[in-house]
């Protein structure tokens, strides 16, 4: 009998500890909350700043309002990182660039959204290229190159930040 009340309590604690963690919620974010952040974005730099970062069981996921001007098409870049990248184009067009190799690349400093380090460089050597318009969707995996080589308009777009690290603050 012993044996067997000890398997019945020994399967009965981890059930009951897993039932005390709480299930993450649902976390909205309006359209009416994302025009107003993006249209709150200075017009005379690159902006990428949090929307909204929430814990979802285990990890993280941050939503980022993008906004870039056309005069500046920035540098190629790399986040040394397992943050995956999910941009979803919103308004403008533009040629944007991916994996290859960063030419001349350095590193820039730590990333203000994970902490970890970022690089840059004056363009891609043997990457893939492609034309993003309004409604696109590119999947940029964390530490693979990226850059908009250029630039039809001012562009508008979400970034979706997987985070399996939880290595971004939750805003």
């Not at 981890?14 to 952040?37: G, K, L, N």
Request: glycine share 10%; aromatic share 8%; hydrophobic share 40%.
């Amino acid at each position: 009998m012993r044996p067997t009340f000890a398997i019945a309590c020994a399967l009965f604690i981890p059930s009951s500890a897993a039932a005390q963690t709480p299930t993450p919620r649902a976390v909205d974010v309006p359209s009416a909350t994302i025009e107003a952040f993006l249209d709150a974005l200075p017009a005379d730099r690159i902006s990428d700043l949090p929307i909204r970062v929430a814990e979802v069981g285990g990890y993280k996921v941050g939503v980022y309002g993008v906004f870039r001007p056309r005069s500046l098409a920035g540098n190629a870049i790399r986040h040394q990182t397992s943050v995956t990248e999910i941009y979803y184009m919103l308004e403008g067009s533009g040629t944007l660039v991916t994996d290859g190799v960063i030419v001349d690349e350095r590193g820039t400093g730590n990333s203000p959204n994970t902490g970890r380090p970022n690089f840059a460089g004056s363009s891609i050597e043997g990457g893939t290229s492609r034309r993003v318009v309004p409604g696109d969707v590119i999947i940029i995996p964390g530490n693979v190159p990226h850059w908009w080589s250029s630039l039809d308009s001012d562009i508008r777009y979400l970034i979706y930040r997987p985070d399996p690290e939880g290595l971004q603050a939750v805003r």
